[in-house]
C-alpha cells in the first residue's frame, strides 16, 4: 500500500475567474477522477463553496492562472493543427478527385486513340475539374466530327 | 551520344502494370521520343506495349513487392529515370530532365514530413530523400549501391532482422535501406537533388500547391487505391 496522499483535485484550470468558475477533476467515490465545474459565483455576492476553497488552498490563485494560460495556448494549437488537417484533407480530396477525372477522361476510347496531341496535353495539364471535362468535350467533338466525314 | 531513358517496373500486383502504360502513354504525350523500358512479367505483357515501350523485359523479374530494386541496375540506359508507375506526366519539360544531372550520380527529390509517413528516425536521423522518382548514372557505384538496395531490402523484411536503434515501422519502406547505404555505407555515389521547386519533378498527392513556387509540376504521383489492388491480378509464378 502506498503511504502517499492522493489529492482530490486533478489539473484544475479557469473557466471564468470574475465568476469564480474552475474547471477540473475530482476524485469519485469509485476511486475514479471525473471532471466537474466548481463555481462559488462573484466574490461581491460572497458565496462559499467548499471545493472551491479546497481547490484554491491546494493550488493557489497563481498556479491556477499559469495552469489557464498553458491550457489556452495548448488548445489554440490544437485547433491550428485540427485546421491544418482539415485544410490538407481537403486538397488531397480536391486532388484525387481531378486525377480521376483525367484518368476517366483517357479510359474514353475516343480520347485515348485520338491524335490530337495538343488537346490531350491540355487534358493531363488542367487544374480544375471543369478545364478537364471541358478540353475532354471538346477531343471527342472533333473526333466524333472527324469520324463522321 | 547517350542513350538516356525512362524505367516502369510493374510486379506482383497488375494494377501496377495497368498504371505503368497510363504513366508511360502519358510520357509519350509530352515527349514522343522518349525511350522508356519496363520491366515486369511476361504473362501481363501484350503485343499493343510495344507500341509504348521501346523494351519490355520480363527475364528472372522477381515476384516482389520491390522489384523495382531488382531491376534498377539493370537499365539500359545510360541514365536513367526511374519513375514508380502511379504517376503521371504532365509538361514538356519531362523530355529535359537528363539535363539536371550535372556532377551528380544521383539526383533525388525531397520527402515531405507532413505528406509522409515517416521521415524522422532520431532526433539528427530524417530519411530525407523520396525514393518514388530518382534519376541515375549508369557506372559501378550506382549499379552497386542499387544491387545493396535490393539485398538490404530483402535483409531488411526477413523475420530476424532487427530495427534497433530506430523504430520497427521502418521495415517495410525501402526508403530506409536507401537511407541506410546513402549514410552508414560507403557508397562513393555522388548524390544530389532536383532543382528547386524540386516537388515539380515529383508532385505527390497531399503536397501543398505552394511547393510548386509558381511552377508547373512536371510529375504527379498518386496513389493506387486499396481497392484498385484488390480487383487486380496477382501474379502467381508458374
Redesign the interface.
Known sequence: MSDVEVSKYKNPIWQNKDNRHIVCEILQANGEYALCHVVAGPESEGGVNLDYDNIISEFGIEDLDVRTSEHKKIKEQRLITEKEEAE?KQ??MK??VL?NM??EA?ENDLIQSSED?DL??LI??SKTPIEVQAYATILIQRELEKNAK | MQNNGYVYVASVNKAYYNAAK?SA??LL??Y?EAKISLFTHAEWVEDSDYDIFDQIITDNIPNHIRAKLWALSQTPYDLTLYIDCDT?????DISNVFDLIGNNDILFTRNRP?NAKITKLSDTEEMIYHCGLFLYRNNENTRTLMDNWYTGYLEQTAPDWNSDPYPSQVRKWDTFTMWKLLNKTEHGVRVGDFPQPDARWNFV??Y??SELQGT?PVI?H?TIPVDELNKNEIYNIK
Open positions: 490538407a486538397m488531397r486532388q484525387e486525377f483525367k484518368l483517357f496531341k490531350k496535353k493531363r495539364k | 497510363i502513354q502519358s504525350d509530352f514522343p503521371m506526366i504532365q509538361h514538356e507532413y498527392i497531399g501543398r500547391p508547373e504527379f498518386y
